[in-house]
Nanobody, 124 residues
């Protein structure tokens, strides 16, 4: 599955942004999708994930602020980011795990197909 992220940009601290992850080439129905981020000089880290049947998982750093959802008809997974902080500044990536894989909190090693990323910058 090929994935393309969109929705990044510059936002003020406390603001909101919605990222999209859209699949091309095939249906997204059976794929768990994770969102990850990588700040300059840092390792890529998991942010949130959604199973193929819609169960959402969030890392503690974003719980209560970010919401992941999926619209299989549009072959798109969204991540609504609210109450953004400067420390949320990073390149954000979505990725697909194996079809119908059982997932939990997003781990880089569980995901196989990656998008190219979209940059989010939160100004203080």
């Amino acid at each position: 599955v090929q994935l393309v992220e969109s929705g990044g940009g510059l936002v003020q601290s406390g603001g909101s942004r919605r990222l999209s992850c859209t699949a091309s080439g095939c249906s997204l129905d059976d794929y768990p999708i994770g969102w990850f981020r990588q700040a300059p000089g840092m390792e890529r880290e998991g942010v949130s994930a959604i199973s193929h049947d819609g169960i959402a998982y969030y890392m503690q750093t974003v719980k209560g602020r970010f919401t992941i959802s999926r619209d299989n008809a549009k072959k798109t997974v969204y991540m609504q980011m609210n109450s953004l902080k400067p420390e949320d500044t990073a390149d954000y990536y979505c990725a697909a795990a194996d079809p119908r894989a059982r997932i939990g909190l997003p781990r880089v090693q569980d995901y196989k197909s990656w998008g190219q990323g979209t940059q989010v910058t939160v100004s203080s």
